[in-house]
């Protein structure tokens, strides 16, 4: 891939994010402010890394304009306790234990997957809507079930991990300058 190949994979897939469905995950972080609530945020690999920036810039950065932090916490910085579970329950259901003991239905799950296709995800995202907590679900162009039990989601109309990877910190960052 070159540079004008590389630049375009990314122009298409910002260009085909739902604007809709980007003011309803605003919407629902708003919510989580003003009512005082958490965001759980989940991910694996990469999308861990970005489950940590979002983290921090939700709860930090969201305060810039004033209005409040939003409380936020990533499952995968809960080290102890996800490979408790993993040790003792199994991988699959370690985040999904976590959100049961940690999470109240108020409460949000955020999913960032590449793929949305990770078992331990899926099964967090079920616990979350057995929880009664509301979910938000930026995932690749495979992650269309998980989007569609989403309250809120972008599917990155691409394959490509890296492309996927960056428009979910685009989108991220997107999220906290609105909402500041």
Do not use: C
């Not at 708003?30 to 990469?46: A, D, H, L, P, S």
């Amino acid at each position: 891939m070159n540079w004008e190949d590389y630049k375009s994979a990314h122009d298409t897939a910002l260009n085909n994010l739902d604007l809709v469905q980007m003011n309803k995950v605003i919407t629902i972080f708003e919510e989580v402010r003003v009512n005082g609530n958490t965001v759980w945020v989940g991910g694996n690999g990469g999308s861990a890394a970005t489950a940590s920036h979002t983290v921090a810039d939700l709860t930090k950065t969201s305060t810039s304009g004033g209005k409040g932090t939003i409380r936020s916490i990533a499952l995968s910085e809960l080290v102890s306790l996800s490979t408790a579970f993993a040790n003792d329950v199994s991988f699959e259901d370690a985040l999904a234990e976590s959100l049961r003991f940690l999470a109240k239905p108020t409460d949000v799950f955020l999913l960032i997957s590449v793929s949305g296709t990770s078992p331990n995800l899926i099964r967090a995202a079920e616990a979350a809507r057995h929880l009664g907590l509301k979910i938000i679900s930026l995932v690749g162009a495979r992650g269309t079930e998980v989007a569609a039990v989403s309250d809120a989601s972008l599917v990155i109309d691409s394959e490509d991990y890296q492309v996927v990877e960056n428009i979910h910190m685009v989108l991220i960052h997107w999220f906290v300058k609105a909402l500041s």
